[in-house]
């Protein structure tokens, strides 16, 4: 995963406590988020913090409804890329004995 950070311009972090700092400012000044109802007391969110064109980190976490906050649990660096590279039909499946997902492009 921190090859894919670095990627994206964060080659500089040397200790996990910058990383923290880093993670804290992108869930307070996020750029995007989209927040999902699991039940009624808890919601899945993803906050989203742009750092570069198209380039950022996304945490993933869970906003308790008692009192707002979010607690992350995980984070991982993305690309929104504009160019269509292919038209093909996708299909997602679900890994056994995994909550992950593939997605399969044939």
Not at 86 to 89: L, M, R
């Given at each position: 995963m921190h090859k894919y950070l670095n990627a994206i311009g964060f080659h500089d972090i040397a200790s996990e406590r910058e990383w923290y700092q880093i993670l804290?400012?992108?869930e307070k000044?996020?750029?995007?988020y989209d927040r999902i109802a699991l039940d009624e007391h808890t919601d899945l969110c993803e906050l989203r913090r742009e750092y570069g064109n198209g380039i950022g980190i996304?945490?993933?976490g869970f906003i308790?409804?008692?009192?707002e906050a979010f607690?992350?649990?995980?984070?991982?660096?993305?690309?929104s890329g504009s160019g269509v590279s292919?038209?093909?039909?996708i299909?997602?499946?679900q890994k056994t004995f995994s909550p992950t997902?593939?997605?399969v492009c044939e």
């Open positions: 804290l400012e992108s000044n996020f750029s995007g996304s945490s993933y308790d409804e008692n009192d607690r992350r649990e995980c984070y991982f660096p993305y690309f292919s038209y093909a039909d299909a997602v499946e997902y593939v997605g």
